[in-house]
């Protein structure tokens, strides 16, 4: 049973093209989390929800828009893709935040923008 | 601003030998949570360790134990008798709840035969 599933795996698309990446999380948590890994490995917080609502929005182009339908997904839309947008996109989750419930992390969706 | 950092980019031990990957953080809070991720090839981050900052106890999790000393900011993990399935990215987080987690750069860790 996978906790956090996000789709697809891998994306290849040209820039200037629209694309979405689902996630899921069947855990019951209420927080979900965009992170963006870049090519230097570096783990950078995009947005985070609770209850379907947004919590956290770090200074993330406008052309990336989250939507959250109900607590269990949170999907993230990128319009007009650009180069630099090529990264790991991992989506996340977690019960509230605090050690008792660490992040649960899906295994990522790799998009390369050509 | 919290920040991370992990100053050992790569780490390199030989199977069955203990290493320690640094990680130091820079907080004005006193209630906070430290986080050891592991990324294997495989790309999955997985929870390896973690820490409540009001607890003195060091955790620990079979060979995975951390030297937390909070008035260094200093949060190192030491990894006993590693294996080579012990081979990823390990990455140090901070959490200062609710709000985000945030990670530090990443230590390579190469584990050789």
């Known amino acids: 049973d996978t906790a956090v599933s996000q789709t697809p795996k891998y994306l290849v698309t040209q820039m200037g093209n629209d694309k979405s990446i689902k996630c899921e999380q069947n855990?019951?948590?209420?927080?979900m989390y965009w992170y963006k890994q870049d090519s230097k490995k570096f783990l950078k917080i995009m947005f985070s929800y609770n209850n379907k609502e947004l919590i956290i929005n770090e200074t993330v182009p406008n052309r990336f828009s989250p939507k959250s339908p109900d607590k269990a997904h949170l999907n993230l839309h990128i319009n007009s893709l650009e180069l630099g947008d090529s990264a790991v996109y991992f989506c996340?989750?977690?019960?509230?935040?605090?050690?008792?419930?660490?992040?649960?992390f899906g295994n990522g969706t790799r998009l390369t923008v050509t | 601003a919290q920040t991370v950092t992990q100053s050992q980019p790569e780490m390199s031990v030989q199977d069955a030998e203990t290493v320690t990957l640094s990680c130091t953080y820079d907080t004005s809070e006193n209630n906070y949570y430290l986080f050891w991720y592991k990324q294997p090839p495989s790309r999955q981050m997985i929870l390896v360790i973690r820490?409540?900052?009001?607890?003195?106890q060091n955790a620990t999790e079979n060979r995975f134990s951390v030297n937390f000393q909070k008035a260094a900011k200093s949060f190192s993990l030491k990894i006993s008798d590693s294996q080579l399935g012990d081979t990823a990215m390990y990455f140090c987080?901070?959490?200062?709840?609710?709000?985000?987690?945030?990670f530090g750069t990443g230590t390579r860790l190469q584990v050789f035969p």
């Open positions: 987080a901070f959490m200062n709840p609710p709000d985000k987690l945030i």
């Open positions: 855990l019951g948590h209420d927080t």
């Open positions: 820490q409540e900052a009001y607890k003195q």
């Open positions: 996340a989750s977690s019960q509230v935040s605090g050690v008792n419930s660490p992040l649960h």
